[in-house]
């Protein structure tokens, strides 16, 4: 239904409006591009920049390397061909979405440091004693890039595998009639079908890559997202936090102009058969073995072993606060968590309908810049939340102190609204996605039926529309409130004073080498990720019919 601007009117506005406000922290680092450098800035830009951008490219090179390979590889396995526990890995290799690299850092830290296991197991075989013998340093960079690597492989596998559910059987049937085997078919002919997701999902990664502050501030690996906290918190200094976010939302444009050059004006469209039951390549001794230890490797190092490691630090020592402290900690993430999940899935869910309902490029345009968020690693998004923020409130403080002669405090910084509006500014595109996905499977004859009847939008909204597309509204305030409870850099810069989350717990024990410590709040963290994981893994094989759990 395309309704006139009165009928669509307020839902387009609220979309421009939401798009406006969410462009504040961009505009309020690049503000920062025309102020004077401080002696910090000179100071940094003279020792430590070359180094930041020597490990951030780094960093992105080896995600962008390793993110691809593991995840389309275990993505075809799984859609393609059948082997003992496929059915198990085509969910649980989804699990490492659940573990935050920061708190993978922590397990694989504590399993190969000297006093660890790996290493007291190798002297007792070897007889040898510290340093007699080489093993790799987990703390460096090289550490950095294998921990988001295997955190961060699941985007690729998921776009990958709903690629390849999503292909036609002709074309492979095809490729087979051409004498191609199952490997040169996905060679020559599904993975470059499948390229544009597979694009799209090493883009989300590289871009958490450039997000990421726990794992390498961990690992004590300097790059842009620890010298903007370093500056902002140990040297108080704002402007030079903000000129090192403007160098970095340099990659993160670069990474998006990748991913839109890599897909281009490609477009492939199925033919006939589309939702034929797929060939199952049936794999057998050691072929099925070899599938199984592809698939088995990523999910034991990216999930089980850490989740091992981090539950037996928490049962033999564990937080030594555990009790009401950390249930307050709990709660503190929790009310953030909920409160940011209930306002986006709120949002996009008004975003959503405005653009069924009026359409156009002005809506269109105000999604595609509400949603830039979710590429901006939250460093940014603070220090450009916090800048204009802090002056609104000092101005505002100021006024009512000349005026009234009364203060109004710090209103937005002082407590915890504008740490939920950088939550929103980051991941509203995760919601928005999810809803307009759920809204657009609504046939539009259902809006018409509810004109006929009389029902304004609004009242179409809540009482057709909702009860429909609840799966998907569900959907997207979990996976919001998941992310939530991982975010660590936003939260650990914008907090209020003595208001500590979970994350900002683990990593602070992390930080004074209490590792110990730290696995219980890691470990929460990771149980209220598996849930949503579980769903998300369900949801995509339902995306096919003909497959297990998928539509008749």
Excluded at 63 to 77: C, E, H, Q, R, S
Excluded at 333 to 342: Q, R
Aim: proline letters at 6%; aromatic letters at 10%.
């Amino acid at each position: 239904m395309r309704g006139g601007l009165m009928r669509g009117g307020p839902l387009t506005w609220i979309s421009v409006a939401v798009a406006a406000l969410f462009l504040i922290p961009i505009f309020g680092v690049l503000l920062s591009l025309t102020q004077p450098g401080s002696e910090t800035w000179s100071h940094l830009a003279e020792t430590v920049l070359p180094r930041y951008l020597f490990n951030t490219a780094v960093l992105v090179i080896g995600v962008g390397l390793g993110v691809p390979i593991i995840g389309t590889g275990t993505a075809w396995l799984i859609t393609m061909c059948r082997f003992p526990g496929r059915r198990v890995f085509e969910w649980a290799l989804i699990l490492p979405l659940a573990m935050p690299a920061y708190v993978m850092a922590y397990a694989y830290t504590d399993f190969l440091q000297p006093a660890g296991p790996v290493q007291s197991l190798l002297r007792d075989l070897t007889g040898l004693s510290f340093r007699e013998y080489w093993f790799p340093e987990i703390r460096s960079l090289g550490g950095a890039v294998t921990m988001l690597i295997l955190v961060l492989y699941p985007y690729a596998y998921l776009l990958s595998r709903a690629a390849f559910l999503d292909q036609s059987v002709c074309a492979l049937d095809v490729s087979r009639t051409l004498g191609c085997g199952p490997w040169r078919s996905f060679w020559r002919v599904a993975l470059p079908l499948a390229r544009p997701a597979i694009v799209a999902g090493t883009a989300l990664a590289l871009m958490e890559t450039l997000a990421d502050y726990g794992t390498v501030s961990f690992f004590g690996v300097p790059n842009f997202t620890t010298g903007i906290v370093r500056a902002w918190i140990a040297f108080g200094d704002r402007t030079t936090a903000a000129q090192l976010a403007s160098i970095l939302l340099i990659f993160v444009f670069a990474v998006l102009l990748f991913e839109a050059q890599s897909r281009g004006k490609a477009q492939f469209h199925q033919a006939t058969n589309k939702y034929q039951q797929l060939p199952g390549y049936r794999l057998h001794g050691m072929a099925a073995f070899a599938a199984f230890s592809a698939c088995l490797l990523p999910l034991l190092l990216g999930f089980l072993l850490p989740a091992g490691v981090l539950l037996s630090m928490a049962l033999e020592a564990g937080d030594g606060q555990f009790g009401r402290r950390y249930f307050e900690l709990v709660g503190n993430s929790f009310i953030l968590a909920l409160v940011t999940a209930v306002l986006a899935v709120l949002l996009a869910t008004l975003m959503a309908y405005g653009r069924r309902l009026q359409g156009g490029w002005l809506v269109t345009a105000s999604h595609r810049l509400a949603s830039m968020g979710y590429a901006l690693p939250g460093t940014i998004i603070a220090v450009g939340v916090l800048i204009p923020f802090a002056a609104f409130d000092n101005a505002l403080d100021g006024w009512l102190r000349a005026t009234w002669g009364i203060s109004s405090g710090l209103l937005l910084t002082g407590g915890i609204a504008a740490l939920v509006f950088a939550y929103l500014v980051r991941f509203l595109a995760v919601s928005l996605n999810t809803v307009d996905s759920g809204l657009g499977k609504i046939r539009p004859s259902m809006d018409d039926a509810a004109r006929t009847l009389g029902a304004r939008p609004m009242a179409a909204l809540i009482r057709v529309h909702a009860p429909i597309m609840w799966p998907s509204m569900l959907t997207a305030g979990l996976v919001v409130f998941v992310d939530v409870m991982k975010e660590l850099p936003a939260t650990l810069v914008m907090r209020p004073f003595n208001f500590d989350t979970l994350a900002v717990q683990a990593h602070n024990f992390a930080a004074d080498e209490r590792l110990s410590q730290a696995a219980t709040p890691a470990l929460t963290i990771v149980a209220v990720g598996i849930p949503p994981v579980i769903l998300l893994s369900r949801a995509i094989a339902r995306g096919r019919p003909g497959e297990p759990g998928g539509a008749a």
